[in-house]
């Protein structure tokens, strides 16, 4: 009896051995995707997953793959326990599915910014929150709010007791030449606040020069209300609603000389809010302030405005696009503010600006490469992690009076970076190893390279040298070591001696821990940009002759950052062939996001060879922004991108670029038309529905409440079962890689499985598939993200109107059903309309990939708001 109890628990699985707390505590490592599919593995699981400390804070936000019924069922019987929930960004969920909302009783803090949910509904969900403290909303007619909340006890009360609150502005933009704006004013919800403490503002995004049909004056009809607000946040967006309804609620504020400890104002005039009534009186004390804004102002620091002596506790300043910052700010800054986390300096031109020095014949004159500023700023500020100087040159020459070579030298004696934002030509330097005398050359690489017909061959045979650059095998662990040089190495690289080390190794060398980097040119403007909105005629590239140098060979060396998380480079014209890329898809092995702009040369866009070859190495990359006029996106190109799997939003800008509708198509799915008849046969035949009854496929995928699944679950199986058999090596293995002796028949083939599996997996080759399942982890990894997860789709190129529309038109109505979080904007660049269509994108997509902008340091550091 003994020996068959011990057999019987020996076959139990591992997770039954387990106890709950155990699986609890597993279960606390997992996202939010991974514990819904776990809950619905069995009724033990799902007994766990509804523990509180699962559900006490749940985040849905930019988990594209939920819908509405699928979200009210994970909610409902989890409802009392749920005292934090997210949905912002989830534009796709119904607003019908939203309603079980007013079942968390329980809830303190409620998220909806860019959520369909009217007013009417909004009020009637807070009335059922009687705990509600932080709330976020999305609006889209201000002046319907206060009938609202006038009709609604329920909903004045829960403003009675928010603590912070937080308000998206989502008004139709009105595109006309000759525009109307109509001012207006009423009273606001502060009337109902008593216990505000934090304000925050989020205006549309910059994605247009559109004007609001109105623009809302508030009217505070209680302005003591508001004498507990210590944090006021505008986004940076040039919103004029969003805008005028901001500084009228600051102004209001100030008038009750509270001290703030957050005012974050992009773009605030100081110069006229000064003359206003309490603002300077707030600013005169910044002994509290931690976080400070104020942007693209034209006041001198040190000033009677902004009193920075007293700002000991600041821990982060955004002070880009200022002309008046110069080496004396720095110094200031150095001396009095030592607990600086984040800075953003950006476009600050005049950094290296000295003050007024006597000269012999008397003459007061400044100097313009004092690096001293920067450089105590640097050097007293030791808790920084956050630095953005992008915009600003600092060549060799500026530090020739210093023991550092560049700046990137500099910035290296900071050994716990996370974010950093720098112009290319900070990267370049003077060096000859050999007669130790300084020199400096101007070609970068690959111009000094015989020339040869570019083409696939070429490429290929550039790309071999890269030690093997399409075999996924490859170890990560030092991408850019290779046995040959690339070939786009110009002959004096090649005679260089082994000890030269890159300035950006010495910066990758100290700083391992960076999770954020841009290499952004001073003098290029997106097509797209803050600045201008969706303007292409605002493009403009005039790189720095410096940053000349900086190509292939410097950038090699980012592949070894494998916490890097996000990355953009904008015009570098000395990356050529692009082997910096397959080094960076290799060895950052955690990069999410990649933004790509104008490098190399204009005319022609060499390194897209690299690009190709870089794709299937991109593990968990989600958003691909790619912007060069004469790209080809063409089916190389799509074929390459759709080997990434786990890609979900695309944002394509090529102003004379071609386009492949039929590769754009394939990019999105491959559908298999008879496994999907079969499917909805099985449909139709469980909810008994006649074939001479005149239903669609979409009507009976809503009425079964399920999207097509059939294709997709039997690829897995397959994909399970063949990786299985792989890493076992017996007679099963070789009867599935083997061939048989003898001619094939006449006709065409059957389908291997390896060939299937192969191409849905999107391996590249089957001898790729083979050697993927030797890693168990690295085989369940392409299995998970084999299924198709692409959802945003912008394409902006050189083809007609009409092809766009067509293109943009398909792909709506195939996959609207399946995934109703997808949003597709396929243009020409220089077609009219452009403002308009852009505008129906959502907020979300518009500002994190249209619109090509810095996000180092635009925000405090670790800022969740």
């Given amino acids: 009896m003994a020996s068959s109890e011990d057999e019987d628990s020996s ?13 609890l505590f597993i279960f606390q490592k997992l996202e939010f995707q991974d514990i819904f599919h776990v809950a619905q593995v069995c009724k033990r699981f799902s007994q766990i997953c509804k523990d509180k400390s699962l559900t006490r804070h749940i985040t849905v936000a930019k988990n594209y793959w939920l819908t509405s019924e699928k979200f009210k069922d994970f909610l409902r019987p989890i409802a009392d326990s749920v005292e934090a929930l997210n949905l912002n960004s989830c534009y796709w969920l119904r607003p019908a599915g939203l309603d079980v909302i007013s079942k968390c009783i329980n809830l303190t803090s409620l998220h909806l910014i860019q959520v369909r949910l009217s007013v009417k509904n909004l009020c009637s969900i807070m009335s059922f929150l009687s705990n509600l403290t932080n709330l976020s909303f999305s609006i889209s007619d201000i002046r319907d709010l206060h009938p609202e909340l006038a009709a609604s006890t329920g909903a004045q009360e829960c403003l009675a007791r928010l603590v912070k609150l937080s308000l998206h502005f989502r008004h139709q933009l009105v595109y006309s030449n000759c525009p109307v704006i109509n001012f207006c004013s009423g009273p606001t919800l502060f009337e109902y606040c008593r216990k505000l403490e934090e304000f925050y503002v989020y205006g549309f995004p910059s994605n247009a020069r559109g004007i609001p049909k109105y623009i809302f004056q508030p009217q505070i009809l209680k302005p003591e209300n508001l004498k507990n607000v210590r944090v006021m946040a505008l986004n940076d967006a040039l919103d004029p609603a969003a805008r005028m309804f901001f500084f009228g609620t600051l102004l209001a504020v100030c008038k009750l000389s509270v001290k703030f400890q957050t005012l974050l104002q992009p773009s605030g005039n100081v110069d006229q809010l000064w003359t206003m009534d309490g603002y300077a009186t707030c600013l005169q004390n910044m002994e509290e302030l931690v976080h400070f804004d104020p942007s693209r102002t034209t006041f001198q620091i040190p000033s009677e405005v902004l009193h920075f002596e007293t700002a000991h506790n600041l821990q982060y300043l955004n002070l880009s696009d200022n002309a008046a910052v110069t080496a004396e700010t720095l110094h200031l800054l150095a001396d009095t503010c030592p607990k600086l986390t984040s800075l953003n300096l950006q476009n600050c031109n005049y950094i290296l600006l000295g003050p007024l020095k006597e000269q012999n014949n008397s003459e007061q004159r400044r100097i313009y490469n004092d690096i001293s500023g920067l450089q105590a700023l640097l050097l007293s500020c030791v808790e920084l992690r956050s630095l953005n100087i992008s915009g600003i040159h600092v060549h060799t020459q500026d530090l020739a009076a210093t023991p550092y070579s560049s700046l990137a030298a500099l910035l290296a004696l900071n050994t716990k970076w996370t974010c950093l934002s720098i112009s290319p030509c900070c990267l370049s330097v003077e060096r000859n190893a050999k007669s130790n005398k300084r020199t400096f050359s101007l070609v970068p690489e690959g111009y000094l390279v015989k020339r040869r017909r570019i083409g696939a061959n070429a490429a290929n045979q550039s790309f071999s040298m890269f030690s093997d650059a399409s075999s996924p095998t490859r170890s990560q662990d030092d991408p850019s070591t290779s046995s040959s040089p690339p070939s786009s190495f110009s002959p004096s690289a090649l005679s260089d001696e082994p000890s030269f080390v890159p300035e950006l190794e010495k910066l990758v060398r100290s700083c391992p821990h960076i999770q954020n980097f841009e290499l952004n040119c001073s003098g290029f403007r997106s097509a797209f940009n803050k600045y201008f909105g969706v303007n292409p005629t605002t493009c403009t590239s005039s790189p720095c002759m410096f940053s000349l140098t900086v190509g292939d060979q410097e950038l090699m060396c980012i592949g070894r950052w494998k916490y890097l998380k996000s990355l953009q480079l904008t015009s570098i014209p000395g990356v050529n062939q692009g082997h910096c890329l397959v080094a960076i898809a290799k060895g950052c092995v955690s990069l999410e996001q990649l933004s790509i702009a104008s490098l190399g040369q204009i005319a022609h866009c060499l390194y897209r060879g690299g690009l190709v070859a870089a794709f299937p190495f991109f593990s968990v990359l989600k958003d691909f922004r790619l912007e060069h006029p004469y790209l080809k996106v063409d089916e190389m190109m799509l074929s390459a991108m759709a080997k990434c799997s786990t890609l979900e939003r695309v944002c394509i800008i090529a102003k004379s670029g071609t386009m492949d509708t039929e590769g754009v ?62 890493r076992r090596e017996k007679l099963e293995n070789l009867v599935t890689t083997g061939m048989l002796e003898g001619k094939r028949s006449r006709g065409k083939q059957r389908e291997k499985l390896i060939e299937g599996l192969t191409d849905w997996l999107k391996a590249g080759k089957s001898l790729e598939a083979i050697e993927a399942t030797k890693d168990r982890k690295k085989w369940r990894t392409m299995i998970a993200n084999a299924v198709e997860c692409l959802i945003s789709f912008q394409l902006y190129t050189g083809r007609s109107l009409t092809v766009c529309r067509g293109l943009q038109a398909y792909l709506m109505s195939k996959y609207k059903k399946s995934r109703p979080a997808v949003s597709v904007c396929i243009h ?27 996000t180092v340091a635009m925000r405090p550091y670790e800022w969740n708001h």
């Fill in 665 to 726: 198509k394939e990019l999105f799915e491959k559908t298999q038309k008879k496994l999907e008849a079969t499917e909805m046969w099985f449909l139709r035949r469980m909810l008994r529905i006649s074939w001479t009854a005149k239903k669609t496929n979409d009507t009976v995928l809503e009425e079964a409440h399920t999207t097509r699944l059939l294709i997709s679950k039997i690829r897995k199986r397959q994909a399970t079962f063949f990786g299985h058999v792989m």
């Fill in 828 to 854: 020409p660049l220089l077609a009219g309309g452009l403002q308009e269509a852009t505008a129906q994108m959502p907020d979300q997509h518009i500002d994190e990939m249209t619109i090509l902008k810095s």
């Fill in 11 to 23: 076959k139990k699985l591992v997770f039954d051995r387990l106890s709950d707390e155990i699986i």
